[in-house]
């Protein structure tokens, strides 16, 4: 396997998007500390990089990416066979597919191929506690097994009857093959174990082939202008394959609580934003989006584009967005409106402008009036 490192596309990474950005999703997934991070994204050290894709699952906007390990590749395969296992390189165990570490492959793929039928049987997850990889790997892993589960009771709370079985074939971990060789000094890195982790912070049915192509409380002040930067839109392959397990017969519903292994996540806007637009503006996705005319303007919400990488909730300096903690995860639902107003008009300019109270004049026309006060005052 080569050990050609991960790159990353950083204006699909939050810390880009946002300079202020807490996010370190990647950080903490690397076993081998060889992610840095700094205000225009992060950094990948190529001296102690091990190509363990582990970042590349962390991810739910996508940055990251290596040539070695595509998770598409892994669906081509896996979807022309009845059976399918998979084991991590470290282990030796042999299998349809190989890779880098069994925490690299998310609990959406795990979910698609649940929701198809196909048994998948995962080889390794023994040996997490002797590799280098299992410090962190084996955490990621636990958290995909534990996103599977959290779809697999999506699908059976939104049928007609929930207490019929339905037809997904839960990933199975397997036994080891040999007897384990542990010397009786050695520490394990870690062991696997599918306990929950803290959560962070908390288009349309297309087939497989088609998807193949603790904060301190802030001030109401806007975040700075230059601490958002502008980049272009991007959905994931994840979340739209997501928009495939998430499809129930009839238009039933797909509840589902928050996960931080799943790119999904339901907005809510409560009484006291500013229309300081940040959210929209920071959005790498186009979940958030702003609709006017000459004499209306809102806030928008596009479910089925948000990935969940929580960039709206970090800029939003009020502190009135929130993520709803259970929801409908179909992506075949309108477009939730958070913020409809109605434009002033400005007595000084006469033009149009949106304020959150009633105002007499336009931002425009009150910065005037403030330098002219400061400078003659």
């Known amino acids: 396997m080569s050990m050609a490192t991960p790159s990353i596309r950083v204006s699909q990474c939050t810390r880009y998007r946002y300079r202020y950005s807490a996010c370190q999703r990647c950080a903490d997934a690397c076993p081998h500390e060889a992610i840095a991070l700094n205000d225009e994204g992060a950094t990948v050290n190529p001296k102690n990089c091990q190509n363990c894709a582990l970042c590349i699952s962390a991810c739910p906007t ?3 990416a290596s040539d070695n390990f595509k998770v598409i590749d892994l669906l081509r395969q896996a979807i022309k066979q009845p059976t399918w296992s998979v084991a991590c390189a470290p282990s030796g165990e042999t299998a349809d597919a190989i890779v880098p570490c069994l925490g690299a492959v998310d609990g959406v793929t795990l979910g698609y191929l649940a929701k198809r039928g196909i048994p998948v049987t995962l080889r390794g997850q023994w040996h997490c506690g002797d590799c280098p990889h299992g410090k962190t790997g084996a955490a ?3 958290l995909s097994l534990e996103a599977v589960d959290v779809l697999h009771q999506g699908a059976r709370d939104g049928s007609n009857n929930p207490e019929a079985p339905i037809n997904w074939m839960l990933p199975q971990l ?4 040999r007897a384990l060789n542990r010397s009786q000094d050695k520490k394990p890195a870690a062991e696997f ?16 082939d088609e ?8 001030d109401n002040q806007p975040a700075p202008e230059k601490a958002i930067r502008p980049g272009p839109y991007s959905i994931t392959e994840r979340r739209e394959l997501l928009q495939i397990v998430t499809q129930q017969k009839d238009g039933q519903a797909f509840p589902v609580q928050l996960h931080d292994g799943l790119p999904l996540m339901q907005l809510t806007l409560q009484p006291g934003c500013t ?3 940040a959210c929209f503006r920071v959005c790498p996705t186009g979940a958030i989006q702003i609709e006017e005319n000459p004499d209306a303007w809102a806030l928008q919400f596009r479910f089925d584009r948000c990935v969940a990488c929580q960039a709206c909730l970090e800029v939003c300096q009020p502190r009135v967005l929130d993520a709803d903690a259970s929801f409908d995860a179909r992506a075949e639902q309108p477009v939730r409106v958070l913020m409809s107003l109605n434009k002033q008009r400005c007595s000084r300019c006469d033009r149009h402008f949106v304020s959150a109270v009633p105002e007499k004049t336009c931002p425009v026309c009150r910065d005037d009036e403030d330098a002219f006060a400061a400078i003659f005052g």
Do not use: D, K, M, S
């Not at 397997?174 to 093959?177: I, L, S």
């Open 275 to 277: 229309v300081c637009e």
């Open 62 to 64: 996508g940055a990251w």
């Open 174 to 177: 397997a036994q080891p093959t």
């Open 140 to 142: 990621q892993l636990a």
């Open 193 to 208: 174990a599918p306990a929950r982790r803290q959560l962070f912070r908390r288009l349309i049915g297309r087939g497989i």
């Open 211 to 218: 998807v193949i192509l603790a904060t301190p409380q802030a």
